[in-house]
């Protein structure tokens, strides 16, 4: 049974950080892309980064302050987060694809996690 959970998520000052993780099990995490994805309140589940054997995703307003990467013996991917700012709050996901490019869309995802709260506050 394919299965990601989340864990990382908290409450942290604007300018600080915070790790996420997402730990896969029930299949292999190389032969998936791995999106992670911010849902604000109100609004719409959108792309923030992507990891894929091929490639790798970063959204323009995430670049540079977040890192995406991933440890394949502990079949987990991470997201660094730096310099977070209040936009920054909301639940994050994230999904698998089977895919070997990453991809950027939420329908192209077909397993998901829990989700882990990331609030900023100013």
């Known amino acids: 049974q394919l299965q990601l959970v989340e864990a990382g998520g908290g409450l942290v000052q604007s300018g600080g950080s915070l790790r996420l993780s997402c730990l896969a099990s029930?299949?292999?995490?190389?032969?998936?892309?791995i999106g992670w994805f911010r849902q604000a309140p109100g609004k719409e589940r959108e792309v923030i980064s992507c990891?894929?054997?091929?490639?790798?995703y970063y959204r323009m307003s995430e670049k540079g302050r977040f890192t995406i990467s991933r440890d394949n013996t502990k079949n987990t991917v991470y997201l660094q987060m730096n310099n977070l700012k209040p936009e920054d709050t909301g639940v994050y996901y994230c999904?698998?694809?089977?895919?070997?490019?990453?991809?950027?869309?939420?329908?192209?995802?077909?397993?998901w996690g829990q989700g882990t709260q990331v609030t900023v506050s100013s």
């Open positions: 999904a698998a694809a089977e895919s070997r490019w990453c991809r950027i869309r939420v329908d192209e995802y077909g397993y």
């Open positions: 029930g299949f292999p995490l190389n032969a998936y892309a």
């Open positions: 990891h894929s054997d091929a490639d790798t």
